[in-house]
Structure formats: C-alpha cells, structure tokens
C-alpha cells in the first residue's frame, strides 16, 4: 500500500536547501580540481564508489531480484547517465561552472517535453508549455552573451551547449526511468544502474583519451572525489529519495531553480567567476521556466490563491 505523501512541512524545506547547497557547489568542485585530476576521472571515480556503496546498501536492505526484469532499461539509464557526465566533464573545462550549472539544471524541461509524448497523464498544461518556451529562450540570451561573431566557435559556447546537451541526457534518464519497469523497481537499484554503467563508461572513454592518468592526489583532488562519491552521489540522492517517499514531488520541485543559484553564486565567490548581463538575464528566464515547468501545480494555486484574495 502506498504511503500518503504531504505537503512539506519546515524540516523537508530545511533538507531540500541543504540539498540544493549540496549539488549547486558540485560543479565547482569538479572546475576547481580539475587542475589535478581530468573531470572525467572525477565522474568514473566518484561513480565507482558511489556504486560499491549503493550495491552494499542494497545487499542490506534488498532489491537485486528486480534484476532480472529492469536490468534492459537500467542499462539505457546507465548510459544515459555516463553520457551526462561526460557532457558536465568536458563542458567544464570549456566554461564556467555557473554556467554549467545554469545549463545542466534545464533538465526538467527536457524532462516535461519527453513524458508529454510518452505518456498520456503526463501532457504539459498551458502554464509549462510558456515555461519551456522562457527557457529555450533564455538559453539564447545566455548564449548570446558577450559572443561576437568571430567567437560564435569558441570554447565557451561549446562548453555551454555541452551543459545543455548534458540537461537533455538527463532528462532522457528520467523518462527511460518513468517509462520503463524501473519506475517500480527500489530507487537503490535504480541509483545503482547509473553509478554502476556510468562508471564503466566514463573509465573506458578517460582510458583511451589518454586522462587515465591525469591524477595528482592533492587533498583538493581527493577531496572533490570524495564529496562527489560520498556527499553527493550517495548521501544526497538517497537523502532525495527519502524526501520522494514521505512528500509531495510537484511541492518539492519548486527548489529546482535554488541549485542553480547556489551553482552561480559558488562559481563567483570561490572561482572569482565573471558574469555579462546577457547570461544573468538568461539565467533568470532559465529559472523561471524550470520553475513553470516542474512546479506549475505548485506556481498554479499561488496564482489561484493571489486572485482570490483580490
């Protein structure tokens, strides 16, 4: 019998800041030690252990015989997930963290437009399809900004559109998990697929592009792996499914649009990164979007609520 989820009450904001503080200082976290150890090896690794703890957690608590049925879609997600990463990692070398950051977290969106088409209780309202459209065009702002055209290949551009392209893969990930056997399956198992693939993958492509062995094991390039593997990929995914289990999702997902912020403003304050108004007032359009998007029952009745009191 499922449990009847609620609204969040002040501990569930509490934690969702928390969380949100947690993966908006992840990228620069990789930025910053990338100097020491390539970003891709910071995905492998980080992965790695990730995945030896989750399958331990799983050996505890159960979940390996949903195996047998979910292991085809969980090996889509894994990939899906290994292709995000290499998308963050290499973009990050090219761009800013906070513009990672901004651009990573349109997956919502990404997210929205592929359930619309998959299943049918899933179709955008009125309110997300304005979202998607603030978002698609606050990515153009954003790029626009400061690029000439002599720039229009520049690596920052690039950088950017791999953050984009990182956002679609994983809200590729989130429709294979929606759409597929795995929607039923324990999230340890479904968190372990991805860890699991994606470290495969993203170990065999640092291999044959020569960063194997780019890895100098300063303490911030252990420290990055590890608040990666330990903090992020498993304390704060799990801490998130926890929160899935006991309140309302479409409630919870009005935080979407803090990590980003937290993402920008690390970026400022620890890489001394620039930012042109162009890319700000992007961002915001971005933010309001992502905001539209996976919120919008959430944005809906503050707007019933705002009429009716007039």
């Given at each position: ?81 290994g292709i995000e990463f290499l998308f963050i ?28 088409f998959r299943l049918p209780s899933e179709r ?121 289990r006991k309140y309302l999702a479409s409630n ?59």
């Amino acid at each position: 019998m499922n449990a009847v989820r609620r609204d969040p009450d002040a501990f569930a904001f509490q934690v969702m800041l928390g969380l949100c503080l947690i993966w908006g200082i992840q990228q620069v976290m990789v930025k910053w030690a990338a100097a020491d150890i390539a970003p891709v090896m910071q995905a492998a690794t980080r992965s790695g252990i990730s995945a030896l703890l989750v399958g331990l957690l799983i050996c505890w608590r159960g979940g390996w015989e949903q195996v047998g049925s979910t292991w085809r879609a969980g090996l889509l997600a894994g990939a899906l997930f290994g292709i995000e990463f290499l998308f963050i990692a290499e973009g990050l070398l090219l761009t800013s963290a906070a513009h990672m950051s901004v651009f990573l977290y349109t997956a919502p969106v990404f997210t929205a437009l592929g359930l619309h088409f998959r299943l049918p209780s899933e179709r955008l309202r009125p309110l997300q399809w304005i979202g998607i459209l603030l978002s698609f065009a606050g990515i153009a702002v954003a790029f626009a900004g400061g690029v000439s055209l002599a720039d229009l290949s520049g690596p920052m551009l690039l950088g950017d559109a791999f953050g984009v392209l990182a956002g679609a893969a994983w809200g590729a990930t989130t429709v294979v998990v929606r759409c597929s056997r795995l929607s039923e399956a324990p999230a340890t198992l479904t968190l372990f697929y991805q860890l699991a693939v994606g470290f495969v993958g993203l170990l065999l492509i640092a291999a044959f592009s020569g960063k194997l062995t780019h890895v100098s094991l300063t303490p911030i390039a252990v420290g990055s792996v590890l608040f990666q593997a330990l903090v992020v990929s498993f304390f704060s995914y799990l801490t998130w499914f926890w929160l899935l289990r006991k309140y309302l999702a479409s409630n919870l997902a009005v935080f979407s649009f803090v990590t980003p912020i937290f993402g920008v403003t690390f970026g400022v304050l620890l890489l001394d990164e620039p930012l042109s108004l162009n890319f700000i007032v992007g961002a915001l359009c971005v933010l309001a979007g992502i905001v539209l998007v996976s919120a919008e029952q959430w944005v809906r009745r503050r707007l019933r609520s705002l009429l009716g009191q007039r």
